[in-house]
């Protein structure tokens, strides 16, 4: 079938009636759009590469758009890594902090999703096909009607072509996984027909594969459009967590191994190229304007605060300790930049020492 454009709404983790609301009118609406293929999954966080939500998204080839309640490219990395892979689509969507400083952005040169693949130090993104998809936080807005503006305008940009499921799903999904999402059931549990069309003809309610059972993950996941392959990471976490694969480059080996909570190994990390989606701070969880890369100097000191290194090398000390093991400190791991030749110098150094020099 061409001419179609795959919508997919991963779900909120929790029961927030709100959320729920959002999603349940999203998904109804859609249903009347032209051209337009709906479906739910799970929380996209707490999916693993088997589940059938997962094997549903690497089953589509053409674009996509997914929408979550995550930063935009937490939601792309964590599909990255699973094997959901495209080229990023820019959505003119932005929170309402981003927008109330767009025109400043705009003056310094603001860094659009295409213009971090563009680093020449990072790894960047491998085996990328030749499709978008583009990533929507649920959390910007509260109206179901921008979002359907959006999601037109999107589909507006070019044909969308769509293959059949079992000519490209990828794995080898167990039987009854595959019999889930050819039987998907709604939210409420009434059984429903697969949807054949997404544009309310009456043919189907839109596909639903949130019945599957997940649970609530914790583990880092890397933006290889900012990560340099510096491994500063591996050095630093003492949990088994990061690996390298055949080409020698970085990656979350067993996730699992990760401490429910402990961010330490973002806050060493010189890129901000590692993000846990569920920490409460937006430079952790993913944010694109509340990261702090580029930033040569920890403002906090200024305030008496623990650095980022020093908070990091707290948090795994608390770990260690809670397994039964020793407490490091500063003595393993400590980011090798730690050591590296002075930079240039710039207006915020000359401000720094300007600081230094009112005596604070």
């Given amino acids: 079938m061409a001419g179609k454009l795959t919508v997919v709404i991963a779900q909120s983790p929790g029961k927030n009636p709100v959320k729920r609301q959002l999603e349940e009118s999203l998904a109804a609406a859609l249903l009347f759009e032209p051209g337009i293929e709906v479906s739910l999954v799970p929380h996209l966080y707490d999916l693993t590469p088997d589940h059938t939500g997962m094997l549903f998204l690497k089953s589509v080839r053409g674009d996509m758009v997914v929408l979550s309640w995550l930063f935009p490219r937490a939601a792309r990395w964590i599909m990255d890594r699973s094997g959901v892979k495209g080229q990023a689509g820019v959505s003119l969507l932005k929170p309402a902090a981003e927008e109330d400083d767009e025109d400043e952005e705009n003056d310094h040169g603001d860094e659009s999703a295409a213009d971090a693949e563009s680093r020449p130090d990072a790894l960047g993104a491998w085996e990328v096909p030749n499709r978008k998809v583009y990533c929507i936080d649920l959390r910007d807005k509260a109206d179901v009607e921008v979002y359907l503006e959006e999601i037109r305008r999107i589909a507006r940009e070019g044909s969308v072509q769509t293959v059949d499921l079992m000519g490209w799903i990828q794995g080898s999904p167990a039987p009854e996984q595959l019999q889930r999402y050819l039987?998907?059931?709604?939210?409420?549990?009434?059984?429903?027909?697969?949807?054949?069309?997404?544009?309310?003809?009456?043919?189907?309610?839109?596909?639903?594969?949130?019945?599957?059972?997940?649970?609530?993950?914790?583990?880092?996941?890397?933006?290889?459009?900012?990560?340099?392959?510096?491994?500063?990471?591996?050095?630093?976490?003492?949990?088994?967590?990061?690996?390298?694969?055949?080409?020698?480059?970085?990656?979350?080996?067993?996730?699992?191994?990760?401490?429910?909570?402990?961010?330490?190994?973002?806050?060493?990390?010189?890129?901000?190229?590692?993000?846990?989606?569920?920490?409460?701070?937006p430079a952790i969880a993913g944010s694109e304007t509340g990261t702090a890369a580029g930033l040569k100097i920890d403002l906090s000191k200024l305030f008496g605060a623990p650095t980022a290194i020093e908070q990091a090398v707290l948090e795994r000390d608390q770990e260690l300790v809670a397994d039964g093991r020793e407490a490091v400190g500063m003595a393993v791991g400590i980011p090798k930049r730690r050591d590296h030749a002075p930079q240039t110098r710039d207006a915020l150094d000359d401000l720094m020492d300007g600081l230094d020099d009112l005596a604070l």
């Fill in 183 to 281: 039987n998907p059931r709604v939210s409420s549990g009434a059984e429903v027909a697969p949807s054949t069309s997404g544009n309310g003809d009456g043919n189907g309610a839109g596909n639903s594969i949130a019945d599957e059972p997940t649970r609530r993950r914790w583990y880092p996941v890397i933006d290889y459009s900012r990560c340099t392959n510096c491994m500063e990471c591996i050095d630093f976490c003492l949990f088994g967590v990061y690996g390298v694969d055949a080409g020698e480059r970085i990656l979350v080996e067993q996730q699992d191994n990760c401490k429910k909570g402990c961010p330490a190994c973002s806050r060493v990390c010189p890129e901000n190229a590692i993000i846990f989606p569920e920490h409460k701070t």
